[in-house]
């Protein structure tokens, strides 16, 4: 019931936020999928990350299968909102920069990170043993998270075209309308993250069963 809430507080604000975008925020300036979608995917992507980064430094230190388990949904969910960045962005850069990419530094760092995280979830799909998976995955996890920082501030290192947030002037409209999308897909992160633990942890509940059934049957 509460994630039902979640979902539809979340929908509400994204609601808003596009009204909001549609009113206010195309008469200052015709971009609106650069407030409305990349700055917020890309904020909720490092933010999955960071919570997978923790997850597996705690599987590490407790050896439990949520944390794990945790670390791997938070994942997956940071690739899909790293990909959304990423179409956004390149859209985003074809309007101003006149090509859908550049290889400027943010846009290549960010393309590493996205397929360093790909790579984390291939290396979970190729070992078998359940502990050995998650072990190796977890010491993978937080070697791949050095990828983050370096995005994030690829802008002030390396010399990007990509405007410095610091520099960047918006009028109170676009901010607000900013910073509720932003708020929006924080919402659409933590319901997925709370649905998909708890479907996987209902499937892990339902094989236990299923075991113990044909242990019994034994």
Same mark, same amino acid.
């Given at each position: ?22 009113? +206010? ?12 979608? /990349? ?12 919570? $997978? ?27 899909? #909102? ?5 179409? $956004? ?9 006149? +090509? ?17 995280? =790909?790579?984390? %979830? ?11 998976? +998650? ?11 050095? =990828? ?11 010399? $990007?075209? /990509? ?12 901010? %607000?309308?900013? $910073? %509720? ?5 924080? %919402?659409?992160?933590? #319901? ?27």
């Amino acid at each position: 019931m509460k994630r039902e809430i979640l979902l539809c507080i979340a929908v509400a604000v994204s609601v808003v936020a596009s009204y909001m975008a549609y009113v +206010a925020v195309q008469l200052v300036r015709k971009d609106i999928y650069f407030s409305y979608t /990349h700055i917020p995917a890309a904020l909720i992507c490092f933010l999955a990350f960071f919570i $997978s980064l923790i997850a597996s430094i705690m599987y590490l230190w407790k050896r439990r299968k949520g944390y794990d388990r945790t670390a791997e949904v938070s994942a997956i969910l940071g690739l899909v #909102y790293g990909a959304v960045a990423l179409i $956004s962005g390149s859209i985003w850069a074809n309007a101003t920069w006149g +090509a859908y990419w550049t290889w400027d530094p943010k846009q290549t760092t960010m393309l590493i990170l996205w397929i360093a995280y =790909m790579g984390y %979830l291939s290396l979970k799909l190729s070992i078998g043993g359940v502990e050995k998976r +998650a072990l190796v995955g977890a010491v993978y996890n937080i070697l791949a998270f050095s =990828m983050v920082p370096l995005t994030f501030f690829s802008v002030t290192l390396m010399g $990007s075209l /990509h405007p410095q947030a610091s520099k960047v002037t918006m009028a109170l409209p676009i901010k %607000l309308t900013l $910073s %509720l999308n932003l708020i929006a897909a924080l %919402l659409f992160f933590i #319901y997925l993250l709370v649905t998909v633990f708890t479907i996987w942890s209902l499937e892990d509940s339902v094989n236990a069963l299923i075991y113990e059934k044909g242990e019994g049957g034994v």
